[in-house]
Nanobody
Framework: QVQLVESGGGLVQAGGSLRLSCAASGRTFSSVGVAWFRQAPGKEREFVAAISWSGGRIGYADSVKGRFAISRDNAKNTMYLQMNSLKPEDTAVYYC????????????????????WGQGTQVTVSS
């Protein structure tokens, strides 16, 4: 099972950028899809972006398309989320997770398809 640890969160002004990292332990990282979700206070956890095990398929929430970019480096067992043009509504705790299914060539948008959740990293965007 893949275990994940997020880092890179912080406080940034609106319009700024942050790069989140998600480091994985375990030898199966390269065989699973990985995703970012976020949860703001009082709201449900929501899908942000996901990338398939090979990197060949990528999906984004409409709210972040054109501003965020997900990538992965299987050699380093690490996934990234580059966040540009940040808005106050992007403020949330960001979590990464891995698909339960290996070698799946699609994108899952539901958190129910993921496991190995990290502890989260706080992103705060001030106006």
């Amino acid at each position: 099972q893949v275990q994940l640890v997020e880092s890179g969160g912080g406080l940034v002004q609106a319009g700024g950028s942050l790069r989140l990292s998600c480091a994985a332990s375990g030898r199966t990282f390269s065989s699973v899809g990985v995703a970012w979700f976020r949860q703001a206070p009082g709201k449900e956890r929501e899908f942000v972006a996901a990338i398939s095990w090979s990197g060949g398929r990528i999906g984004y929430a409409d709210s972040v398309k054109g501003r965020f970019a997900i990538s992965r480096d299987n050699a380093k067992n690490t996934m990234y989320l580059q966040m540009n043009s940040l808005k106050p509504e992007d403020t949330a705790v960001y979590y990464c997770a891995a698909t339960r299914r290996i070698y799946y060539n699609g994108i899952y948008y539901s958190h129910e398809q993921y496991s190995g959740w990290g502890q989260g990293t706080q992103v705060t965007v001030s106006s």
